[in-house]
């Protein structure tokens, strides 16, 4: 079987072949350009798709709420403008007549961790992505729990600063404006003379700047809050933290010195990792969900 599997982020989409074995080949990453909406970013994976011979199954992690019975995007912040409503699914099947799957982002993210990798053997588990955004996911009992309109999981629209800054969800003090990858950039570009990516910042030249050092160590500490808060919820046995951003070992170091200090006695059995499977988790995930349709 031959699976065209895509993770659309906020910034980027990544996509790849993936084989009955599920082992990816002939990987790629474009822009999203997520600001020209919806329709444009459809349309995009179908030129995408229409490029391949002998394709059995598609397979879509997004960003945003998504319905995956029908395949349709039940809500999207202004991350993705004009994405609400859209029949993903629908739309693609009907241009291309590959069975499609879609897939909320992180719900992908979990699921490629518990076949594949950092969760796998865990019954109870719950993820989080640090990124453009911050997305979530609760695998409770062996399985994903949606909630009633298929939207559980948003943690990055938790309030931990209340009359905070202005979310593009539309409330204020979300946990995303301050502890997204996103929050951490806008934070130390207003500091730094130039411009840096995410790359850069942790670049031992510019680590080793106390002004930068303290806006991360900042930015790190709006992190811990976050996860505090769902860790006294949930009372999990296991975090897995996501991004390209828990790539860099101060980052998930940092919260492992830091977090267990601040937890009552009885929170602290939580084990808290990054992912095994980095940036191939959901494509892995939502192309194992494909192959059942």
């Known amino acids: 079987m031959r699976i065209l599997t895509f993770d659309i982020g906020g910034t980027n989409i990544k996509y790849a072949l993936c084989n009955e074995k599920f082992i990816l080949s002939d990987k790629h990453t474009i822009p999203t350009e997520a600001e020209k909406g919806g329709q444009v970013l459809v349309q995009k994976i179908i030129s995408i798709i229409e490029d391949y011979d002998d394709i059995d199954r598609v397979a879509i992690s997004t960003a945003g709420q998504v319905d995956s019975k029908n395949g349709i995007v039940v809500y999207s912040t202004g991350n993705i403008p004009y994405y609400t409503g859209m029949m993903v699914k629908k739309i693609i099947e009907n241009k291309t007549g590959i069975p499609t799957y879609v897939e909320n982002d992180v719900n992908a993210f979990a699921m490629g961790e518990t076949q594949f990798g950092a969760a796998k053997g865990h019954s109870d588990f719950l993820a989080l992505t640090y990124g453009t955004g911050i997305g979530g996911a609760l695998y409770l009992d062996n399985k994903l729990y ?23 969800c539309g409330g204020e003090g979300c946990y995303e404006c301050y502890a997204s990858t996103k929050a951490l950039l806008e934070s130390v570009n207003k500091r730094n003379s ?15 700047k106390p002004e930068i050092r303290s806006v991360i160590d900042q930015w790190i500490d709006e992190m811990i809050i976050g996860l505090i808060n769902i860790i ?7 975090i897995v933290l996501g991004g390209g951003i828990m790539n860099e070992d101060y980052v998930i170091d940092l919260i492992d010195r830091k977090i267990y200090n601040l937890l009552m006695e009885n929170f602290k059995g939580v084990n808290i990792v990054r992912s095994q499977l980095g940036t191939d988790a959901a494509l892995l995930g939502v192309a194992a969900q494909a192959t059942k349709i």
């Open 194 to 208: 130039t411009s840096l990516n995410a790359f850069e910042i942790f670049d031992k030249e510019n680590f080793q």
């Open 146 to 168: 949606k909630g009633m309109g298929a939207s559980a999981g948003e943690f990055g629209h938790m309030i931990t600063h209340a009359g905070g800054k202005q979310c593009n």
């Open 232 to 238: 006294y919820i949930f009372n999990p046995p296991l």
